[in-house]
């Protein structure tokens, strides 16, 4: 095992914490839970050139979360359509990796009922072919006018939006994204669909987030107290001593590898 890949056995007892063994015993649960719950973060989209919020590498290294509250883009819309136009460009532009296709896979392939939470905004998921998906901070996908609410999608404020120009609505009023902002509430419908993903789950596994930003990262403690959840990420969470298995690894090197090993349906 690689020095920046570890392995926790919490549920499991594994005599060597071994990468491909714990795959192995990651497959065996897939394979044996009828509904799977995905909870993602910004981790599972940094392989397809989507920066993170913050590590050591991330957007907070460079500007400050106040250019993402809805109060900084109320006061000062030109200088945040300024500062979002590469932000915007390089999620508008990103594919799929290798970790969405696997989630993905489980629902196509291997017939899984599949439910994915995900706290991104780039739509990869869908992308990917993930069909049942709570955006519950959002999504780029759309963006709405502060003064009717007319929805647009995107083909309608993309090139403004690269631009770093602000976008209006016919009716003159500034068009905004339909993510959530600082200081906003996250979007009901898909808070309840998130929260129903979870009492459903017969298996939990989240990957690619700290487990820091709530409520997010209070959507595991809604699960069935009897479904195992499994969690996999670079850094620790403060969730990881509850876990059945622990990767702290490349989520590529651990999703499509356990994806490959789960039967497909007949």
């Keep these: 095992m690689s020095k920046d890949c570890q392995l926790s056995f919490i549920g499991d007892a594994v005599p060597d914490f071994d990468l491909d ?3 192995e015993l990651l497959a065996e649960k897939i394979s044996s839970a009828r509904r ?8 599972i989209s940094t ?3 989507i920066p993170d919020f913050r590590s050591s590498s991330g957007v907070y290294q460079t500007t400050s979360e106040e250019i993402f509250s809805i109060n900084f883009f109320l006061e000062n819309p030109e200088k945040f359509y300024s500062f979002f136009a590469d932000f915007y460009a390089g999620i508008s532009d990103a594919k799929p990796n290798s970790g969405h296709l696997a989630i993905a896979e489980l629902e196509r392939r291997c017939g899984k009922t599949v439910d994915v939470v995900t706290q991104n905004i780039d739509a990869l998921h869908s992308a990917a072919g993930s069909t049942n998906v709570a955006e ?4 780029l996908r759309f963006a709405s006018c502060l003064i009717c609410q007319k929805i647009y999608s995107r083909d309608f404020f993309d090139s403004d ?10 009716c003159g009023g500034i068009l905004k994204p339909n993510v959530t902002f600082f200081g906003e509430e996250l979007p009901a419908s898909a808070f309840i669909q998130a929260r129903r993903a979870m009492w459903d789950a017969r298996l939990l596994i989240v990957v690619g987030t700290s487990l820091q930003v709530y409520p997010a990262a209070g959507l595991p ?4 107290a009897g479904a195992p959840f499994v969690i996999i990420n670079k850094t620790p969470t403060p969730l990881d001593a509850q876990a059945s298995i622990v990767f702290h690894a490349p989520i590529d090197d651990v999703l499509p590898k356990t994806v490959s090993l789960v039967q497909s349906v007949s």
């Design 21 to 23: 063994r714990g795959v």
């Design 36 to 43: 799977i719950a995905f909870l993602t973060g910004a981790g």
């Design 47 to 49: 392989d397809s050139g």
């Design 136 to 139: 519950i901070h959002g999504t």
């Design 161 to 170: 939006m690269r631009s770093g120009r602000v976008p209006h609505c016919e």
């Design 221 to 224: 403690r809604e699960c069935d």
